[in-house]
C-alpha cells in the first residue's frame, strides 16, 4: 500500500523541506515575476493615490464543500473586503498554517483553488508564509490573507454615507454560503442544489461606480451574521433608520427549505459572493439594470430602503403583512430542538 | 417555497385578521404554550397585526427554557467526567447552571458534541469506543419517542458505550399545574402543535372540563394560528370551552399512537422539577428499570438536588405568563442572548430572547 504523503513539522521548519513546499506546490502554481523573487518581502508598483488594506483569517469546517473550498474563499473574500470600500484590488498576501499529518494532496488542491481564483480575479499573489503546527493544535488547514487595493480619486464608500431615501440592493440571493455549510457540518443530506455562492466581486463593483459615480453610498458583504447584521452596523454607523420587504429578498427555494428543515433565519446566514449596495435612489433603477447585466448580480433585488426612523433601527415588512425589529445577530446562530 | 409560502401570504393573512377584529368582543387573554408559536409570532411579525383586546402571553413551552438549575448542573458534572463525551441539542449549550454552562464545560476541557437527532449520538458512541457517550436530553412529547426509539436501537446493536441522560418532560400535567394558579386569568390556550401530532388533540379535554378553558390546537405558519385564534375568540363569544383542532394536516384527535407506546414502553412518569414552576407530580419521563443500562443517571450515579434561581431573574414569573420579560430588571441589560442569566433568554425559543430579538422598539 503507497503511504499517503502528508504534512510533517519539517515542512515549517524554513529548512529544505520548507524550499521543497514552495519549489514544488507554491510556485508552479501562483508564480509572477514579484512572488518569483522569493525575498523577505515584495516590491509592488502603484500609481500615488489612497490605499485599501485589509486582511482575514479563514478557518472553515469542512475545507471542502458545495461550491468551493477555503482556498478559493480566502481569495475571493479578501477582494471582496477590498471592493467594499470602492478600491481596485492590486495584490494579495497568503499566509498557511498547517496542522502536522494534512495530506498533501489536500494542500495541493487547495492551492490549485487558489490560483483559479487569482486568475479568474486577476489580483496576484505576492508574497506568503506557511508554518505548521503540532498535530491536534491546529485544524488541517487554516489561511490568511491581506490585501492591497488601489482607491481611485472622488471614490468614497463607507458605511457612514448612507442617507434617508438611499435604496437597498442586494446583489443576488440570501444565505447560500451559510446553509451550504451548516446543512455539510450537520451531516444532512438534503435535496437541491445548496452551494456556496463564494465569488470575486471587484468588477461588479468597478463597473457601478464608473457607471453611477457618487451615486454608490455604501457597500458592504454581507458574511457572517448576514444581512440583518450587515444592516444593523450601517444603520448605526450612518445613524439612519433602515425597512426592509420580505417579500422581495431573494431566497433561493432549496435556502429556504433547508433553513425551515434546520431553524434557521436566512437573515442571518453567511453570504461568500453578495455585496449590498445603497444608493442614490434616482440611480437605482439604472445600478440594478447594470447588476443584473453581469454574472455577479444575476438575481440583483431592491429590498429595501432607508429611512429616517429612529437611528440604528432596522424594520421588516413580514410576507404576512406585519412589521418586526431585525436585530444584529448575537451569538452563533444554533438549531432549534422541538 | 410552495405549501409553506402560501400560509405566510398577505392576500390570505388580511382577511383573517379582519374576521379575528370581528369575532373579538370583549377583552381577552390568550396563552401560546409553545415556544415555537412564541418565536413563529413575532418572527412574521404577527404582533403588529393583533387587534386591540387581545393579550397573547408565552407559556412554559420551551422545553429548554423549564430545565432546572440543578439539571443543568447534573449535565455539567457528567460531561466533566473522565472519558466521557456528551451529545447536545444546541440550545442547550450556553444554558447556565449554578455554576458555569456546558459552553464553560467544553472551554475546560469537556467534550460536548451538537448534533441534530438522538440517533447520531448513537453514532458517536460507535464511533468512540473507548468513551462513554451520553445524551444530555431534554424535550417533551416530541423528542421523547425519538430518544425512546434510539435507546431500543442501542439494545438491538448491543452499544454498552451509549447512555441517555434523562430530564424528559410532558406538556399535561404542567399546564394543569399552571391553570390551578388563579392569577393567570386565561381565556383560551393556543396547544402546542408539534406535542399535539404525538398526544393528540384529545389530551387537552380534561383542562377544557375541569379548567373551564378553551384550548385550540393551532400549526406554526400565519395562517395557522390566525385560524385558531378566530376559533378562540369564537369560542369566547359563544360561552364555549372546548378543544378544538385547527391543525388537521398535522394532528389528529388521538395523536401518534405508535409513538405514545414507543415513549411508554422505555419510559415511566415520574416527578419532575421545572424552572420556574417547581417540582410537578408525574410531569416527567424517566427510563424504566428495565433499560436502566442505558440510564446515565444510574450508570454515573447522579442526584439533583434543588437550587435556587439566579437572583432577581423574573423567568419563573415569565414562564407561567405572570410577568413580561420587560419586567425584569435584568433583562437586556446584565441578560441578553450572548451572556444569558435565565433560561427565558438563552434558548432561541425563550420568551425573553424572542422579545430581545424581535420585541424591542
Avoid at chain 2, 15 to 39: A, N
Avoid at chain 2, 290 to 295: I, P
Avoid at chain 2, 304 to 313: A, F, Q, R, V, Y
Wanted: charged content about 20%.
Amino acid at each position: 500500500m503507497k503511504m499517503t504523503e502528508t504534512i510533517l513539522l519539517d515542512h515549517g521548519s524554513g529548512g529544505r523541506a520548507s524550499q521543497e513546499l514552495i519549489k514544488n506546490i507554491f510556485l508552479p502554481q501562483l508564480t509572477n515575476p514579484v512572488l518569483a523573487c522569493l525575498e523577505d518581502s515584495a516590491i509592488v508598483d502603484t500609481p500615488a493615490g489612497q490605499l485599501a488594506f485589509t486582511t482575514d483569517s479563514y478557518v472553515v469546517d469542512p475545507i471542502f464543500f458545495p461550491g468551493g473550498d477555503i482556498g478559493e474563499l480566502a481569495i475571493n473574500g479578501t477582494i471582496n473586503d477590498l471592493a467594499m470600500r470602492g478600491a481596485k484590488p492590486i495584490c494579495l498576501s497568503l499566509g498557511l498554517i498547517l496542522e502536522e499529518g494534512f495530506a498533501l494532496d489536500d494542500l495541493k488542491r487547495v492551492i490549485l483553488s487558489i490560483q483559479g481564483a487569482c486568475r479568474k480575479a486577476d489580483v496576484p499573489v505576492v508574497t506568503g508564509d506557511t508554518k505548521v503546527v503540532p498535530k491536534g493544535k491546529g485544524d488541517k488547514i487554516f489561511i490568511n490573507t491581506s490585501g492591497i487595493g488601489l482607491v481611485d480619486p472622488g471614490i468614497q464608500i463607507s458605511g457612514k454615507n448612507a442617507r434617508p431615501g438611499d435604496a437597498i440592493i442586494l446583489s443576488g440571493s440570501m444565505g447560500d454560503h451559510g446553509i451550504t455549510i451548516l446543512s455539510q457540518r450537520a451531516g444532512i443530506s438534503l435535496q437541491g442544489n445548496l452551494r456556496s455562492d463564494t465569488m470575486a466581486l471587484h468588477r461588479l463593483v468597478q463597473q457601478m461606480l464608473a457607471a453611477a459615480p457618487g451615486a454608490v453610498h455604501t457597500l458592504r458583504d454581507p458574511t457572517r451574521g448576514g444581512v440583518a447584521t450587515s444592516l444593523n452596523e450601517i444603520a448605526e454607523a450612518a445613524q439612519v433608520a433602515i425597512e426592509l420587504d420580505e417579500t422581495a429578498i431573494p431566497v433561493k427555494p432549496e435556502v429556504a427549505a433547508a433553513c425551515e428543515i434546520l431553524g434557521m433565519d436566512p437573515l442571518y446566514l453567511a453570504n461568500e459572493g453578495k455585496c449590498l449596495a445603497l444608493v442614490a435612489p434616482e440611480h437605482a433603477g439604472r445600478l440594478l439594470e447594470l447588476m443584473r447585466s453581469l454574472p455577479e448580480g444575476a438575481d440583483a433585488a431592491v429590498i429595501g430602503r432607508v429611512s429616517e426612523g429612529p437611528a440604528g433601527r432596522v424594520l421588516l415588512k413580514t410576507a404576512a403583512g406585519g412589521t418586526r425589529i431585525v436585530s444584529s445577530l448575537t451569538g452563533e446562530p444554533l438549531p432549534r430542538i422541538c | 417555497m410552495k405549501y409553506v409560502s402560501e400560509y405566510r401570504d398577505k392576500k390570505f393573512i388580511d382577511p383573517l385578521v379582519d374576521e379575528l377584529r370581528r369575532t373579538i368582543d370583549r377583552p381577552l387573554r390568550i396563552m401560546e404554550v409553545c415556544g415555537t408559536h412564541t418565536m413563529a409570532i413575532f418572527r412574521h411579525g404577527l404582533r403588529s397585526l393583533m387587534p386591540e383586546g387581545l393579550e397573547l402571553i408565552s407559556g412554559p413551552g420551551c422545553p429548554v427554557c423549564v430545565t432546572s438549575s440543578a439539571q443543568i448542573d447534573g449535565f455539567i458534572d457528567v460531561a466533566s467526567r473522565d472519558g466521557v463525551r456528551v451529545a447536545i441539542f444546541g440550545d442547550l449549550y450556553r444554558v447556565p447552571g449554578s455554576h458555569g454552562s456546558l459552553a464553560r464545560a467544553q472551554s475546560q476541557g469537556a467534550q460536548v458534541e451538537v448534533v441534530y437527532s438522538p440517533i447520531d449520538a448513537l453514532t458517536l458512541a460507535e464511533k468512540n469506543p473507548q468513551q462513554m457517550t451520553v445524551f444530555l436530553s431534554v424535550g417533551f412529547e416530541t423528542t421523547i419517542p425519538l430518544v425512546a426509539a434510539t435507546i431500543l436501537e442501542a439494545e438491538r446493536r448491543q452499544v454498552d458505550n451509549f447512555t441517555v441522560f434523562s430530564t424528559h418532560k410532558i406538556m399535561p400535567p404542567a399546564l394543569s399545574a399552571l391553570l390551578g394558579d388563579p392569577e393567570l386569568r386565561l381565556d383560551g390556550l393556543l396547544c402546542p402543535g408539534h406535542v399535539s401530532t404525538i398526544i393528540g388533540a384529545a389530551a387537552y379535554e380534561p383542562l377544557a372540563a375541569n379548567y373551564h378553558l378553551s384550548c385550540v390546537v393551532a400549526g406554526f405558519e400565519p395562517v395557522d394560528v390566525l385560524q385558531a385564534l378566530i376559533i378562540l375568540a369564537r369560542q369566547a363569544r359563544e360561552g364555549r370551552a372546548e378543544v378544538e383542532n385547527a391543525y388537521g394536516r398535522a394532528v389528529d384527535w388521538q395523536g401518534n399512537l405508535r409513538a405514545q407506546k414507543l415513549m411508554h414502553d422505555v419510559f415511566e412518569p415520574v416527578d419532575c422539577q421545572w424552572r420556574g414552576l417547581g417540582t410537578i407530580p408525574a410531569s416527567g419521563m424517566a427510563i424504566r428499570e428495565k433499560f436502566s443500562r442505558f440510564d446515565a443517571e444510574k450508570r454515573f450515579d447522579i442526584r439533583l438536588t434543588e437550587t435556587p434561581e439566579p437572583k432577581g431573574c423574573l423567568c419563573g414569573l415569565i414562564l407561567k405568563g405572570r410577568k413580561n420579560p420587560a419586567d425584569c430588571p435584568l433583562f437586556g441589560g446584565r441578560c441578553t442572548p450572548l451572556n444569558p442569566v435565565g433560561p427565558c433568554m438563552v434558548s432561541s425559543e425563550g420568551t425573553c430572547a424572542a422579545h430581545y430579538r424581535y420585541g424591542r422598539t
